[in-house]
Nanobody, 126 residues
Framework: QVQLVESGGGLVQAGASLTLSCEGS????????MAWYRQPQGKEREFVGA????????DIAVSVRGRFTISRGNVKNMMYLVMDNLKPEDTAVYYC???????????????????WGQGTQVTVSS
């Protein structure tokens, strides 16, 4: 079993930066991708970004590309989401996930989340 715990959420003003962390524990996450999803209130959950176990492959959603950066920590079960120039529309619960993935030429094409964290709230005020 894998446990994922997110941290770093909070209330910030538009234009600010925030870094989310996800720590995995339990069985090894090798061969899995770790990913971020978000769910605004009253809307469906949407993909934000993903990164492979070794960090060689990644992807960021077009809607946040250029503002959000995903990375793995030196400790392989850590993942980060650096969010710059936050906008009110980024307000959502952000979830960490892990699961199998497909990739090509360094780009993650698809993630099949098997494990989920509890989520962390990010609120951006205008």
């Amino acid at each position: 079993q894998v446990q994922l715990v997110e941290s770093g959420g909070g209330l910030v003003q538009a234009g600010a930066s925030l870094t989310l962390s996800c720590e995995g524990s339990g069985r090894t996450l090798s061969s899995n991708a770790m990913a971020w999803y978000r769910q605004p209130q009253g809307k469906e959950r949407e993909f934000v970004g993903a990164i492979s176990w070794n960090g060689d492959s990644s992807d960021i959603a077009v809607s946040v590309r250029g503002r959000f950066t995903i990375s793995r920590g030196n400790v392989k079960n850590m993942m980060y989401l650096v969010m710059d120039n936050l906008k009110p529309e980024d307000t959502a619960v952000y979830y960490c996930a892990a699961g199998a993935y497909t990739e090509a030429f360094g780009v993650i094409l698809n993630v099949e989340p098997r494990y989920w964290g509890q989520g962390t709230q990010v609120t951006v005020s205008s």
